[in-house]
Antibody, heavy 119, light 108 residues
Framework: EVQLVQSGAEMRKSGESLKISCEGS????????IGWVRQMPGKGLEWMGT????????RYSPSFQGQVTISADKSINTAYLQWSSLKASDTAMYFC????????????WGLGTLVTVSS | EIVLTQSPGTLSLSPGERAILSCRAS???????LAWYQQKPGQAPRLLIY???IRATGIATRFSGSGSGTDFTLTISRLEPEDSAVYYC?????????FGGGTKVEIK
Protein backbone atom coordinates (compact mmCIF):
# COMPACT_ATOMS: atom_id res chain seq x y z
CA GLU A 1 0.00 0.00 0.00
CA VAL A 2 1.34 3.39 -1.00
CA GLN A 3 1.68 5.71 1.99
CA LEU A 4 3.00 9.22 2.47
CA VAL A 5 3.57 9.99 6.13
CA GLN A 6 4.09 13.63 6.97
CA SER A 7 5.72 15.10 10.05
CA GLY A 8 3.60 16.61 12.79
CA ALA A 9 2.19 20.08 13.30
CA GLU A 10 4.66 22.87 13.94
CA MET A 11 4.46 26.25 15.65
CA ARG A 12 7.13 28.83 15.01
CA LYS A 13 7.70 32.58 15.26
CA SER A 14 8.33 34.91 12.36
CA GLY A 15 11.94 34.80 11.23
CA GLU A 16 12.55 31.25 12.41
CA SER A 17 13.50 28.36 10.14
CA LEU A 18 11.60 25.13 9.63
CA LYS A 19 11.90 21.85 7.73
CA ILE A 20 8.96 19.48 7.39
CA SER A 21 9.09 15.99 5.96
CA CYS A 22 7.19 13.43 3.92
CA GLU A 23 8.21 9.77 4.05
CA GLY A 24 7.07 7.50 1.26
CA SER A 25 6.54 3.76 1.57
CA UNK A 26 4.95 0.91 -0.35
CA UNK A 27 6.48 1.86 -3.69
CA UNK A 28 9.79 2.69 -5.35
CA UNK A 29 10.41 6.14 -3.85
CA UNK A 30 13.09 7.12 -6.35
CA UNK A 31 10.85 6.59 -9.38
CA UNK A 32 8.00 8.99 -8.63
CA UNK A 33 7.96 12.76 -8.39
CA ILE A 34 6.74 14.18 -5.06
CA GLY A 35 4.94 17.50 -5.01
CA TRP A 36 4.15 19.99 -2.26
CA VAL A 37 0.82 21.80 -2.12
CA ARG A 38 -0.15 24.67 0.16
CA GLN A 39 -3.62 25.29 1.56
CA MET A 40 -4.03 28.49 3.52
CA PRO A 41 -6.81 28.58 6.11
CA GLY A 42 -10.19 28.37 4.40
CA LYS A 43 -8.63 28.62 0.95
CA GLY A 44 -7.88 26.46 -2.07
CA LEU A 45 -4.92 24.40 -3.22
CA GLU A 46 -1.68 25.91 -4.54
CA TRP A 47 1.13 23.93 -6.15
CA MET A 48 4.51 24.90 -4.70
CA GLY A 49 6.93 22.60 -6.45
CA THR A 50 7.92 19.03 -7.23
CA UNK A 51 11.04 16.92 -6.79
CA UNK A 52 12.24 13.69 -8.39
CA UNK A 53 13.98 11.82 -5.57
CA UNK A 54 15.99 9.70 -7.99
CA UNK A 55 18.21 12.60 -8.96
CA UNK A 56 16.78 15.52 -6.92
CA UNK A 57 15.64 17.35 -10.06
CA UNK A 58 13.34 20.05 -8.66
CA ARG A 59 10.75 22.33 -10.26
CA TYR A 60 9.23 25.32 -8.46
CA SER A 61 6.14 27.38 -9.04
CA PRO A 62 7.20 30.99 -9.75
CA SER A 63 5.08 32.01 -6.77
CA PHE A 64 7.25 29.97 -4.42
CA GLN A 65 10.68 30.09 -6.12
CA GLY A 66 13.15 31.57 -3.66
CA GLN A 67 10.65 31.39 -0.80
CA VAL A 68 11.07 27.70 0.05
CA THR A 69 13.50 24.86 -0.65
CA ILE A 70 12.40 21.37 -1.65
CA SER A 71 14.82 18.51 -1.17
CA ALA A 72 14.88 14.74 -0.80
CA ASP A 73 16.98 12.03 0.84
CA LYS A 74 16.46 8.88 -1.18
CA SER A 75 18.38 6.78 1.34
CA ILE A 76 15.50 7.22 3.79
CA ASN A 77 12.65 7.70 1.28
CA THR A 78 11.92 11.20 2.52
CA ALA A 79 11.14 14.50 0.86
CA TYR A 80 11.41 17.86 2.61
CA LEU A 81 10.03 21.36 2.46
CA GLN A 82 11.94 24.05 4.27
CA TRP A 83 11.91 27.74 5.05
CA SER A 84 14.89 29.80 6.17
CA SER A 85 12.85 32.69 7.55
CA LEU A 86 9.14 32.12 8.17
CA LYS A 87 6.48 34.79 7.86
CA ALA A 88 3.03 34.88 9.44
CA SER A 89 1.62 34.46 5.93
CA ASP A 90 3.25 31.00 5.75
CA THR A 91 0.59 29.77 8.19
CA ALA A 92 -1.11 26.96 6.27
CA MET A 93 -1.59 23.25 5.82
CA TYR A 94 1.09 21.72 3.61
CA PHE A 95 0.43 18.50 1.75
CA CYS A 96 2.91 16.28 0.00
CA UNK A 97 1.56 14.20 -2.86
CA UNK A 98 2.92 11.54 -5.18
CA UNK A 99 2.63 12.35 -8.84
CA UNK A 100 1.51 9.83 -11.41
CA UNK A 101 4.47 8.08 -13.01
CA UNK A 102 4.51 9.86 -16.36
CA UNK A 103 2.24 12.83 -15.89
CA UNK A 104 1.49 15.53 -13.37
CA UNK A 105 -1.70 14.81 -11.51
CA UNK A 106 -1.39 13.64 -7.92
CA UNK A 107 -2.42 10.06 -7.21
CA UNK A 108 -1.68 9.80 -3.50
CA TRP A 109 -1.63 12.46 -0.80
CA GLY A 110 -0.19 12.73 2.68
CA LEU A 111 -2.45 13.83 5.52
CA GLY A 112 -0.81 17.24 5.70
CA THR A 113 1.36 19.19 8.12
CA LEU A 114 -0.12 22.26 9.78
CA VAL A 115 2.38 25.09 10.13
CA THR A 116 1.44 28.00 12.36
CA VAL A 117 3.64 31.09 12.40
CA SER A 118 3.08 33.82 14.96
CA SER A 119 4.37 37.34 14.52
CA GLU B 1 -0.17 30.50 -16.40
CA ILE B 2 -3.45 28.70 -17.02
CA VAL B 3 -6.19 30.04 -14.75
CA LEU B 4 -9.01 27.67 -13.84
CA THR B 5 -12.37 29.13 -12.85
CA GLN B 6 -14.85 26.83 -11.11
CA SER B 7 -18.56 27.41 -10.83
CA PRO B 8 -20.77 27.57 -8.97
CA GLY B 9 -19.01 28.44 -5.75
CA THR B 10 -21.50 26.42 -3.74
CA LEU B 11 -24.04 23.83 -4.78
CA SER B 12 -26.78 22.81 -2.36
CA LEU B 13 -28.71 19.70 -3.42
CA SER B 14 -30.67 16.81 -1.94
CA PRO B 15 -29.59 13.17 -1.85
CA GLY B 16 -30.32 11.44 -5.13
CA GLU B 17 -30.06 14.62 -7.19
CA ARG B 18 -27.47 15.21 -9.89
CA ALA B 19 -24.64 17.67 -9.36
CA ILE B 20 -22.92 19.36 -12.29
CA LEU B 21 -19.68 21.20 -11.53
CA SER B 22 -17.92 23.37 -14.07
CA CYS B 23 -14.24 24.13 -14.60
CA ARG B 24 -13.28 26.68 -17.25
CA ALA B 25 -9.68 27.23 -18.34
CA SER B 26 -8.20 30.53 -19.51
CA UNK B 27 -6.61 28.72 -22.45
CA UNK B 28 -7.11 25.38 -24.10
CA UNK B 29 -6.00 22.36 -22.07
CA UNK B 30 -4.93 19.90 -24.72
CA UNK B 31 -4.90 16.14 -24.47
CA UNK B 32 -7.31 16.48 -21.59
CA UNK B 33 -4.63 17.16 -18.96
CA LEU B 34 -7.33 17.87 -16.41
CA ALA B 35 -7.94 16.20 -13.06
CA TRP B 36 -10.60 16.46 -10.37
CA TYR B 37 -10.12 16.03 -6.62
CA GLN B 38 -12.49 15.74 -3.67
CA GLN B 39 -11.59 17.22 -0.30
CA LYS B 40 -13.69 16.61 2.79
CA PRO B 41 -13.29 18.82 5.88
CA GLY B 42 -10.09 18.08 7.77
CA GLN B 43 -8.89 15.61 5.14
CA ALA B 44 -6.38 15.54 2.32
CA PRO B 45 -7.60 15.83 -1.26
CA ARG B 46 -8.42 12.58 -3.05
CA LEU B 47 -8.00 12.00 -6.77
CA LEU B 48 -11.33 11.33 -8.50
CA ILE B 49 -10.74 11.83 -12.21
CA TYR B 50 -7.70 12.28 -14.49
CA UNK B 51 -7.39 12.72 -18.22
CA UNK B 52 -10.65 14.68 -17.96
CA UNK B 53 -12.78 11.51 -17.89
CA ILE B 54 -10.89 8.55 -16.42
CA ARG B 55 -12.00 7.49 -12.96
CA ALA B 56 -9.20 6.83 -10.52
CA THR B 57 -8.94 3.45 -8.84
CA GLY B 58 -11.75 2.79 -6.40
CA ILE B 59 -13.87 5.80 -7.35
CA ALA B 60 -17.62 5.18 -7.49
CA THR B 61 -19.23 5.10 -10.93
CA ARG B 62 -21.58 7.95 -10.00
CA PHE B 63 -18.61 10.29 -10.54
CA SER B 64 -17.91 11.13 -14.16
CA GLY B 65 -15.83 13.72 -15.96
CA SER B 66 -16.18 15.20 -19.40
CA GLY B 67 -15.11 18.10 -21.54
CA SER B 68 -12.23 19.31 -23.65
CA GLY B 69 -10.49 22.49 -24.67
CA THR B 70 -11.46 25.13 -22.14
CA ASP B 71 -14.64 23.64 -20.64
CA PHE B 72 -14.74 20.66 -18.33
CA THR B 73 -17.45 19.16 -16.15
CA LEU B 74 -17.59 16.86 -13.14
CA THR B 75 -20.96 15.17 -12.75
CA ILE B 76 -22.14 13.32 -9.67
CA SER B 77 -25.11 11.38 -10.98
CA ARG B 78 -26.95 10.61 -7.73
CA LEU B 79 -25.72 12.46 -4.70
CA GLU B 80 -25.10 10.58 -1.48
CA PRO B 81 -24.59 12.20 1.93
CA GLU B 82 -20.88 11.32 1.89
CA ASP B 83 -20.36 13.40 -1.26
CA SER B 84 -20.48 16.57 0.83
CA ALA B 85 -17.07 18.10 0.09
CA VAL B 86 -15.14 20.69 -1.87
CA TYR B 87 -14.19 19.67 -5.39
CA TYR B 88 -11.15 21.05 -7.20
CA CYS B 89 -10.05 20.81 -10.80
CA UNK B 90 -6.34 20.89 -11.72
CA UNK B 91 -4.59 21.31 -15.05
CA UNK B 92 -1.30 19.58 -15.71
CA UNK B 93 -0.70 20.63 -19.27
CA UNK B 94 1.83 23.29 -18.39
CA UNK B 95 3.84 24.69 -15.53
CA UNK B 96 2.93 26.09 -13.11
CA UNK B 97 0.40 23.43 -12.25
CA UNK B 98 -2.78 25.22 -11.24
CA PHE B 99 -5.97 24.39 -9.36
CA GLY B 100 -9.38 25.94 -9.62
CA GLY B 101 -10.83 27.76 -6.62
CA GLY B 102 -13.14 24.88 -5.76
CA THR B 103 -16.86 24.15 -5.67
CA LYS B 104 -18.44 23.28 -2.35
CA VAL B 105 -21.19 20.66 -2.56
CA GLU B 106 -23.62 20.70 0.32
CA ILE B 107 -26.18 17.94 0.86
CA LYS B 108 -29.51 19.19 2.17
Amino acid sequence: EVQLVQSGAEMRKSGESLKISCEGSGYSFTNYWIGWVRQMPGKGLEWMGTIYPGDSDTRYSPSFQGQVTISADKSINTAYLQWSSLKASDTAMYFCARRAETTEYFQQWGLGTLVTVSS
Amino acid sequence: EIVLTQSPGTLSLSPGERAILSCRASQSVSSSFLAWYQQKPGQAPRLLIYGASIRATGIATRFSGSGSGTDFTLTISRLEPEDSAVYYCQQYQSSPLTFGGGTKVEIK
